[in-house]
């Protein structure tokens, strides 16, 4: 059975505009390929009828299924619905349980009573609903043997969608797909070309597995991609193992196991708990911590100490450090690590305090600088970073830092970070 | 004058496979906005020769210009200039200025030996590199008229090039362009509906200025825009006005002044300090706050209490509170923003303690139920809300939900939150 191609057409003025970033086509098109179908082309336009109807047919010529979403609310620059259905020469014709279903609403007192009740309603001839019991709207057609699936572009209503509906769709008029093999290794603390390069006689090797390679700030993801299964799995499993042999302890994860779950899954298996205490960071190291269901069965407490006053009372960082070398310090960020893990009695600690910008910044701490430490059952560490970019990017960098540091010391008992330290 | 339009292509096999999130054309389309030029398209595709040769043709014969991002990389996936050269029907020829400088980084010993020099250093017959200092890559050149820039694919390296280098070589070209008029009100707690049906007679008075409505979670934005300025500035800003009166108190900020923002600065024309409790929320609500450059003028201190033991000793929620109302209770909100209020000597605190799921929920309260507390220095109040959506979702509403609050507080003397509360 050939694999079907798709393509995605993304409906708004909002998307052209950079107003509103397009997630969900690259939802729809990651959800798709794991479903064995791949997305060759996703093109954006605006609320536009002759763009719309150009992008449509061209697509209708080229490909076997279609994702167009966007356009189907109720607001007077929703017209996707009208466009499409003299695109493709059908009449708009009223769907009768939609009407229902929005009498109800109004009935009820929910819908206000001005609510555009024909505009949800008039779908192009021979459309069905996606979910004919829900409320939010989506629907789908077939024309000259191509499947048209129209989908709001709100990202939940079209996540619903396209996992509940399009996918379990697509299945039963094609059957199941193959199902495209896909193998992703976060790396944190090596470059996009170095990867590359260590990589590159692997990826020799295997002529029919794609590698890619994807900064994604601040990891690097390396992405193994194979969509027909000529050679089967064991082929692929067999680079995958080769590719995990080379990076090794770089690896802060595969496919969506973040750093923030590694560590959790280290901690657990040591029934240990951790702390954290951030300065220049404010919440972010705590947040993406917390970001783990079940995180509480190993995260004890955190601390934003943004004020030195905070630093002094909450964790006991000494008048005489501050005095001596400053808030952000080794020195600092050792007490900081220690006095958290004290008051929150915690195994392991996380510190970090830094300079992110845009002020602040000296000639002997230019803006960059951060330390971060550690403390566990055994010492306490401390080390030097200068960091690189705005005031996002160093906060961001800094976590991930910190949290492959401990990483790599719950994986290896090693207390050496994986990213350079600044002399 | 009349206004350019041009397009972007964003290539990269993980933009379509959804690996990666195509962030670039977003803040490409957005800069180019707001200097006065339309995107009208953003076409995304893989890799593959013929499809690049396909749009690169197809954007040349439509567009004033075209962006072209991505695959101009060292590594073995990156085609563009070799393929884009001939679809253009020109020679690939050395650039001596970038041979020049990457033999100077391999003497340097900063590249690896083995650096794939040449395919950097070949580009198309008579492209003029943009920023000829400096390491990154990017061009641009002329083609029937029409201006072609080849831009990295790498974020950072896209913007920089766009800012620095895109927009100030289309002003040589076209001259300054009169400019895109936009506003953008962000508001919290109304539906898109309810909104553009409260607008919707103001809308109908200004019929050059197109209005858009964006659900960007947990806000909507409302955005006025107006390319041609036919109709000046003062009758935007007229529109502009009407809207912000019916709006009001709704509005937690316009344009880049996000809610964090707002409240920092009502924060410090009150010379008052804020401190903040979470447990659900693990430093959502900290990050958010801090990621305000100069947030240390008005907030004073974050603790993330994840663990009950840690409500008790550090914030001193009683025993007994616990024990009766539980953790995730108005009682434990309103301790812990007193507590930590006290702990910080801030002026003003908030908290939130809640089930943010995928466990933990239960029938009297289940996942999504939050209470918030706000403590002041006339009193402390605390709500019970209901928010549905998975668990990040949850999250984020939590953490607007609060911050609301207080910027409601702040600005009207309200303790009414923005948001309905549950029962």
Redo the contacts between chains.
């Keep these: 059975m050939s694999i079907k191609h798709g393509e995605i057409i993304a409906i ?12 969900t ?9 794991n479903a064995g179908y ?9 609320d ?1 009828p002759d ?1 719309i109807n150009e992008c449509l047919l061209r697509a209708v010529d080229r490909s076997s299924f279609v994702i167009i979403s966007g356009g189907l ?5 929703d017209i996707t619905n009208e466009v499409a259905a003299k695109a493709l020469g059908r009449r708009l014709v009223r769907n009768e349980g939609i009407m229902k279903r929005l009498e109800e609403c109004r009935a009820s007192g929910r819908c ?1 009573a ?2 555009p009740m024909d505009k949800l309603a008039m779908l192009p001839e021979a459309a069905e609903e996606l979910n004919p019991s829900g409320h939010a709207a989506g629907y789908y057609l077939r024309h000259n043997g191509v499947i048209l699936f129209f989908l709001p572009g ?3 209503q079209l996540r619903e969608h396209l996992i509940r509906r399009v996918l379990p769709t697509l299945e039963k008029i094609n059957g199941r797909q193959p199902g495209g093999l ?1 193998k ?1 290794f976060r790396i944190f603390g090596r470059s ?3 990867l ?2 260590l990589i ?1 006689p692997i ?1 020799r090797k295997y002529r029919d597995i ?8 601040p990891e690097v ?1 390396v ?1 193994l ?1 194979m969509l027909e299964d000529r050679d089967g799995k064991a082929y692929f499993d067999s680079m995958c193992r080769e590719v995990r042999a080379l990076l090794a302890e770089n690896i802060t994860g595969e496919d969506d196991e973040t750093l923030e779950k590694n560590i959790g899954r280290l901690l657990i298996r040591k029934k240990a708990r951790l702390a ?1 205490a ?1 300065s ?12 783990v ?4 069965a190993w ?9 030195n ?2 630093k002094r ?2 964790l006991g960082v000494s008048e005489g450090t501050l005095a001596a070398h400053g808030a952000v310090s080794s020195e600092t960020a050792a007490e900081m690590a220690e006095g958290v893990r004290k ?3 915690s195994d392991y600690a996380l510190s970090i305090t830094g300079i ?4 602040g910044g000296s000639e002997q701490k230019p803006v960059g600088t951060v330390f971060i430490g550690m403390t566990t059952p055994e010492k306490t560490v401390a080390e030097r970073f200068l960091f690189q ?1 705005r ?3 160093i ?1 961001t960098i800094s976590v991930a830092a910190a949290l492959d540091w401990l990483r790599r010391h719950l994986s290896f008992g090693s207390y050496i970070p994986g990213i350079k330290t600044a002399a």
């Design positions: 708004g003025d909002e998307l052209i505009s950079g107003r509103v970033l397009n997630t086509s690259c939802f729809a098109a990651d959800r798709l390929f791949a997305i060759k082309r996703i093109t954006v336009i605006g536009d763009d609310g109720p607001t007077s620059d206000p001005d609510f709100v990202p939940e896909k992703t996009e070309i170095e590359n390069m590159a990826d794609k590698v890619g390679y994807y900064p994604n700030f993801f992405s991609s954290v951030e220049c960071t404010g919440g972010m190291m705590g947040r993406q911590i917390t970001s269901p079940g995180s509480s995260f004890e407490m955190g601390v934003v100490t943004y004020a006053n905070a009372k909450l008051l929150a009695g992110a910008g845009p002020g970019g005031r996002e990017q906060r």
